[in-house]
């Protein structure tokens, strides 16, 4: 079992930035990818960015490209995602999660582990 803890949000104005964690404890070795995404008020949870936990290949959503960084400490079992210019449509709740499954590109349905989430909220 993993359990994934998630931190750092809170309210920013547009063109500002957070920096969010999500520290990994348990059976980490498990782990094959790291994934950001995110859920809006109505709207279904949607993909943000994944980072391989061994290896540095990342992919984002072409929406955060640019604007969004994932970041790991292996030491500290921690995943970080670097939000920069942030505009009001970025409001959501954000989830980290956790996969066992090797694959670059790894559907929502097959993370394994997901976290609380934490709420960014964007204002205008």
């Known amino acids: 079992q993993v359990q994934l803890v998630e931190s750092g949000g809170g309210s920013v104005q547009a063109g500002g930035s957070l920096r969010l964690s999500c520290a990994a404890s348990g059976l980490t070795s498990s782990i094959s990818r790291m994934g950001w995404f995110r859920q809006a008020p109505g709207l279904d949870r949607e993909f943000v960015g994944s980072?391989?936990?061994?290896?540095?290949?990342?992919y984002y959503d072409d929406s955060v490209k640019g604007r969004f960084t994932i970041s790991r400490d292996n030491a500290k079992n921690t995943v970080y995602l670097q939000m920069d210019s942030l505009k009001p449509e970025d409001t959501a709740v954000y989830f980290c999660a956790a996969a066992t499954l090797v694959g670059p590109r790894i559907p929502e349905s097959q993370y394994d582990y997901w976290g609380q989430g934490t709420q960014v909220t964007v204002s205008s």
């Open positions: 980072m391989s936990w061994i290896r540095s290949l990342s």
